[in-house]
């Protein structure tokens, strides 16, 4: 049965893939906007975003709520239709990009990291853009189909991927030794990662970033991609991340990931309506 639910998502994932490739850009865009925006509000994801909200936010009214929620779903569903746009610059020429300085020049690899605020799907591409290839570190979908389709398509602007977990961590660090700079998205929760404040709460966070620097001595390079309006979108590479090396490897990498959470939580405050709050970042009653 789960195979047939599995393939039932794929096609009709598929068609509406096709769908918005045929549909010009800022269509597409605000057909998804609008899809997700009427659809949205009866998932249980829904729950899931309003309890984080509430949880985070304590003092927002209803009013203010329901406008972030809805406002949430409209950028997820434009997300969704750009997607099938991604191969190709149309979507890239699209981002008014600062923070060029940042980038490396020396050739050696780097890790790049974002979290998922605006259109992520655009955050690894300036890398590429920019001469320098990258390979792409996912969290791979529980349906198969949907992943090597999703997948295709993003495959189209890094030099490699593979997802994150046991299954990608030999070729994670193969693709370093190959001089190859990583890029990945790391607001997620891990549940055998390690708690690191995140608006000043606990959360189950991912330390493989932190690990990969402490190890092979790498850079660590925050970049973020927000929405200004419609189809159109402001890109920002940031200074490497400062950190110490004391010997004490998870002291360090504590240290690391709570630079990064801060970091991260300061982006989602600037446009939190533009984050993914429907994921259960942090632990639910």
Request: net charge positive; aromatic share 10%.
């Amino acid at each position: 049965m789960t195979k047939i639910k599995h393939l039932i998502e794929f096609f009709a994932l598929r068609i509406l893939f096709a769908a918005f490739r045929i549909l010009p850009l800022d269509a597409a865009s605000f057909v998804g906007g609008f899809m997700a925006r009427s659809i949205g509000p009866f998932l249980s994801a829904h729950r899931i975003a309003d309890k984080n909200l509430s949880m985070i936010f304590p003092e927002m009214d209803r009013r203010k709520k329901q406008a972030l929620l809805t406002a949430m779903w409209d950028n997820l569903g434009r997300v969704a239709a750009e997607l099938p746009h991604l191969p190709g610059d149309e979507l890239y020429n699209r981002m008014e990009v600062s923070g060029h300085e940042n980038l490396p020049t020396d050739g050696k690899p780097v890790i790049f990291f974002s979290g998922h605020i605006g259109n992520w799907e655009l955050s690894y591409p300036i890398a590429q853009h920019n001469g320098l290839p990258v390979t792409l570190i996912y969290r791979q979908a529980n349906n198969l189909y949907v992943d090597t389709l999703i997948n295709h398509i993003r495959g189209t602007q890094a030099a490699d991927m593979f997802p994150k977990g046991a299954k990608g961590s030999y070729k994670m660090l193969r693709a370093i030794k190959d001089g190859l700079s990583l890029a990945m998205l790391i607001d997620q929760k891990m549940n055998d990662g390690i708690p690191v404040p995140f608006f000043g709460r606990e959360a189950m966070t991912a330390p493989a970033i932190a690990e990969l620097a402490l190890r092979y001595d790498l850079p660590l390079i925050p970049g973020r991609v927000i929405r200004t309006k419609g189809a159109h979108f402001k890109a920002h590479v940031y200074p490497a991340l400062t950190y110490e090396k004391t010997g004490n490897e998870e002291n360090d990498a504590l240290a690391i990931m709570k630079k990064v959470n801060l970091l991260l939580e300061s982006w989602i405050r600037e446009t939190p309506e533009q984050w993914f709050w429907v994921h259960k970042r942090w632990p639910q009653k």
